[in-house]
């Protein structure tokens, strides 16, 4: 039976790989895809979802737009990775998946209450729109089975040397998820880097032979480029997909229980995610936090996804 997920993104090139990991993997039911401005603007991640699952042949997946910015915060881009539109690199085809007329939240909602059983939540940006759910509808809590968020850093950051993108973006938003009290995985950097974008990658996903293969290592060569640019990585850190392996074998991401707690006020910290292993405040455990990854093992998961797609 597989396990129905909802994936939050903000496509992005490694967001495009969670989408199709998440829509091709026999373990899971991709049962709605949710954007939110991020990489870039939400009128081009909710435009590139629609192209990913386009690309792969995706159809019957709907697609809403939510949150363009942060709770509180003013949005920050990173077209320095992910090119102007977000998906630098291939051309893109005009996407056959139509914008849902639904916000996130409504979609989100609509699922949650439609599905036989609890619904997984993967969310692979800035987690507002997770946020607003939580916030608006509390009524639906119990029907989420968990959240599984790439993002943040047991150890530094890449968008300042405290924090995370994702983290940095909407740490109020990621705050909120936390305290909500909602069964919450942090899958960060420091498990995220490890999942790097080699040769032998990138010849297993051209020798698929197919339009998805051919389109991803386009997104590849654009993403491994400007990562190597700017954070002298030459292989790409493939982070999102890294996400969705914790529900799709979950023997792929080794996790530890224990404190998590979320900068706001910090003037050169905000958005740095506090993981106390030591249990150094005393305070009780409320996140499962990555702390290895079986990568041989994440490749060939990802690459049977892939198998499955157009
Ligand atoms: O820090 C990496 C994260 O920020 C990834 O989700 C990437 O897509 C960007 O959103
Ligand atoms: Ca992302």
Redesign the pocket.
Known sequence: MSLPVILD???????VF?LWFGAGHPALDLRAVTTVG??VPLEFTQYNARVALTVAGVLDVPVAAGASGPLERVLQT?EW??GANGLGGPELPEPEVPLDARSATELMADTLLEASEPVAIVA???ITNVAVLLRDRPDLVGRIREVVW??GSTERG??TPYA????L?DPEALDLVVRSGVPFTMVG?NV?HTALVTTEVRERVVALGSRTGAFGDELFEFFCRTNHEVFGMPEG?L??PVAVAVLADPGCVRTVRTRLDIELAGTETAGATSVDFDGMLDREANADIAVGLDVPRFWDALELALTRLA
């Open positions: 993104c903000d496509p992005g090139h490694d967001d969670a991020g990489n990173a990775i992910h692979t940006g800035p790439m993002g890449n968008a995370e993108f994702n983290a973006v950097l995220t850190p982070h999102d």
